[in-house]
């Protein structure tokens, strides 16, 4: 019944987690019977191309606690845990192994290469799953998914069989975000924006002067473009001009369109339908008057055939050398051009890479606000809809406003990939590849759908899926879905649009977002910066009980996470504070019998205090304040219970007529704080718990109830 005289997490963890995967309290099929209204939070799949990271720790740790919070309050949990693929992502990861091993991706066959990234992930995905469990995760593993699952894949065919039939999915000829680097295309929201400092050059089209920093695609121009209230240009509108450029005479129509900024550079804007997203629309509004797109950059970013002795340079040395030439020919004034110009560029997400507009053929979009041919709403409506009438609630609030916002602006969604590493889209000559967020978008559903036998339809599924299973019928909707705010719209407005178009109803009730882990000075972790924390580094160090209570407390809904070694430390000092208030009280406890026992005044006023404790924590947690309930049990245990109530009991203990109401006062106090603090502490609370002198003792502190 006595503890150790030290806290040793090292010794103890490892056989904790294996004596709850023995329990099998983490299946809710193998909980007790009280356990019957189901709360179930699919895991995002964390990608499977590289060990788990702090920011997989937080959620991690955030999940796990709402699982074992709702799993004491008698609830019928199920966390299922998962791996992503993570298509692009882990292909970018494996070409930064392949450079290191100095091979090419491009000169090895797919076949080769698919089954070599293959066994790459699932090396990770093993590495990752012990690394979860190793941060005390409590997750069903008998229902463990992967993105490659047959089971899933069947259930991604389903969705993308239904988008067709709904005139949802086409394929066409549209302007993309192409890569050079990793030879594929992007998404809108896979590219990011930096600001660049470029010339800007204003060159001569005949008797109008244009703008533009991109001299190197004018061997794609296809129009000029004014605003069709600019009076300075109003004689011009609707003549087609024929002009000199450095490949001889051109003719180029002015057309009018209201896009154009009368205040950018001269008002007049060179059209490049090929290159450039906004020239590709004003084209798709003037198709009738203009010829269509002329591509002059290759997918390498190299200049191709239509730049005549400009071809094969790379855009910046192309642009240079053509600037010289304009300049000597009498086409470009240098004395305008502004060296200073600062414009936003758009670069790949992952590798920094500037993104080249390009058309490409074949490529398969969903449109996203368009009504299925089937009837109903646009798959953006659908979300939007959810959302206005409160079926899903944001947590924190403000992100309800930021994803209504992003939602206006949502055009079609490209969802083939350039790539080996993914789903095949099915019967694609080109052998593309799904988009990984569309596979992920599905995750809630999915998941759920590929767990067991398959068994008739319900009623209200008939119309919407081929199939359903046990888990799906009493775990769909989910209750929340917890991740970082950076892929809210990334896989979060996926998961939405698509849940409830292929079932008709929200995938999850609650959003909570978390921010990013940052150190103690606010700044990113990076390896570059050398500020990384390792969280199973620190766990083996310091135990994991006090890593997951210092990413809980001052970790606020939606705001960055500030995590360091001596924040992680102290919480290492708080476990080992339980520890020893835990041991003092047992080791006055080898004589207690678990009687009634008349309590003094006092004591009953403690028992008071702790219960109001009880229920401002329990409205903590259920209002998704975690940090505020962690902080509170921290508090009342280190300060209340330690410093006060266990002082003042010393006294009472050596005292025969006293004895049995100090113990019994001490044990009630020490369970009820176990209690609280296991979503938290799941390890030390459950090694001591088992020591406890109980009557009525559950086989886990898992499985007991929560303090009323």
């Known amino acids: 019944m006595e503890l150790s005289k030290t806290y040793q997490p090292q010794k103890i963890e490892n056989k904790i987690y294996n004596f709850w995967l023995k329990t099998g309290f ?30 997989h720790a937080v959620f991690i740790t955030l999940e796990d606690l709402m699982i074992r919070y709702q799993r004491m309050k008698g609830r019928k949990t199920l966390w299922l845990p998962g791996a992503d693929h993570a298509g692009f ?46 941060m005390g995760a409590s997750c069903d593993w008998s229902r463990k998914k992967f993105t490659l699952d047959p089971k899933i894949i069947k259930v991604v065919y389903q969705t993308f069989e239904k988008l067709k039939k709904d005139g949802l999915i086409y394929q066409g000829q549209r302007i993309i975000n192409w890569c050079p680097k990793h030879q594929t295309a992007l998404s809108d929201i896979e590219t990011k924006y930096k600001t660049c400092t470029d010339p800007l050059y204003y060159m001569k089209y005949g008797p109008i002067e244009v703008a533009t920093v991109r001299l190197e695609t004018q061997f794609g121009d296809t129009a000029i473009a004014v605003n069709p209230n600019d009076p300075r240009y109003q004689k011009y509108i609707g003549q087609e001009l024929v002009v000199d450029t450095l490949l001889g005479k051109k003719k180029l129509k002015v057309i009018a369109d209201k896009v154009v900024d009368p205040e950018f550079g001269t008002g007049a804007v060179k059209v490049t339908p090929a290159h450039d997203p906004v020239d590709f629309e004003i084209w798709q509004r003037h198709r ?26 790379k855009i910046k040395e192309a642009r240079e050398k053509i600037a010289q030439d304009m300049i000597e020919k009498g086409l470009l004034d240098p004395n305008k051009t502004n060296h200073q110009y600062q414009h936003n560029v758009a670069v790949c997400y992952k590798c920094g890479s500037l993104i080249e507009p390009m058309i490409l053929d074949n490529q398969w979009f969903i449109k996203m606000t368009t009504p299925p041919k089937s009837g109903g709403l646009s798959l953006r409506d659908l979300a939007m809809k959810a959302i206005n009438e409160k079926k899903i609630v944001f947590i924190p609030p403000r992100f309800k406003k930021i994803f209504c ?99 008709g109803q929200v995938p999850f009730k609650y959003v909570y977002l978390h921010g990013l882990v940052r150190d103690k000075e606010r700044q990113k972790m990076s390896k570059s910066k050398g500020n990384v924390i390792d969280p199973l580094g620190v766990a083996t160090l310091y135990g994991t009980d006090a890593v997951r209570m210092a990413l809980v407390i001052g970790n606020t809904p939606g705001n960055d996470v500030i995590i360091f070694e001596e924040k992680i430390r102290g919480y290492r000092n708080f476990a080992n504070k339980i520890w020893n208030a835990s041991r003092f009280v047992l080791m006055n406890l080898k004589d207690y019998q678990d009687t009634k026992i008349m309590l003094s005044a006092k004591d009953k006023k403690y028992l008071a205090q702790l219960k109001k404790i009880v229920k401002e924590v329990t409205k903590l947690m259920d209002n998704f304040r975690f940090y ?81």
């Not at 769909?476 to 879905?481: A, G, L, N, S």
Request: some cysteine; glycine content about 4%.
């Open 26 to 55: 983490f299946n809710p099929d193998k909980l007790p019977r009280r356990h019957k209204k189901p709360f179930t939070i699919i895991m995002p799949p964390p990608n499977a191309n590289a060990p788990l990271h702090m920011g």
């Open 89 to 134: 992502e882990t292909q970018v990861v494996f070409d930064k192994k392949l450079e290191k091993e100095g091979r090419d991706r491009f000169q090895i066959p797919p076949q080769q290469l698919y089954q070599e990234i293959l066994e790459f992930t699932l090396k990770n995905k093993k590495i990752m799953e012990n690394q979860l469990k190793k």
């Open 288 to 313: 009738q008057e203009i010829p269509g797109p002329i591509q002059v950059i290759d997918k390498l970013g190299r200049l191709n055939e239509q730049a005549g002795p400009y071809q094969g340079l």
């Open 405 to 503: 916002h992003w939602m206006k602006d949502l055009r079609d969604w490209n969802i083939s990939r350039q790539i080996v590493w993914g789903i095949p889209i099915p019967n694609d000559p080109a052998g593309q590849v799904f988009d990984t967020w569309f596979s992920s978008g599905q995750w809630p559903f999915a998941t759920l759908l590929a767990s067991g036998s398959s068994k008739s339809k319900s009623k209200k599924q008939k119309a919407k899926l081929l199939w359903t299973t046990k888990d799906f019928e009493s775990s769909y909707p989910t209750d929340v879905m917890e991740t970082g705010w950076d892929i809210l719209f990334f896989c979060i407005a996926r998961m939405i649009m698509l849940g409830l178009y292929m079932t």
């Open 628 to 708: 505020a309930a962690a902080e509170k049990i921290y508090h009342y245990f280190w300060h209340t219970f330690c410093d006060k109530i266990i002082e003042e009991q010393k006294e009472r203990l050596n005292q025969p007529k006293e004895r049995k109401k100090a113990q019994k006062l001490l044990l009630t106090i020490l369970l009820t704080n176990l209690k609280l603090l296991h979503p938290f502490m799941p390890f030390i609370t459950e090694e001591i718990y088992q020591k406890l002198p109980l009557r009525k003792k559950k086989k886990s502190i898992m499985i007991e109830n929560w303090p009323q």
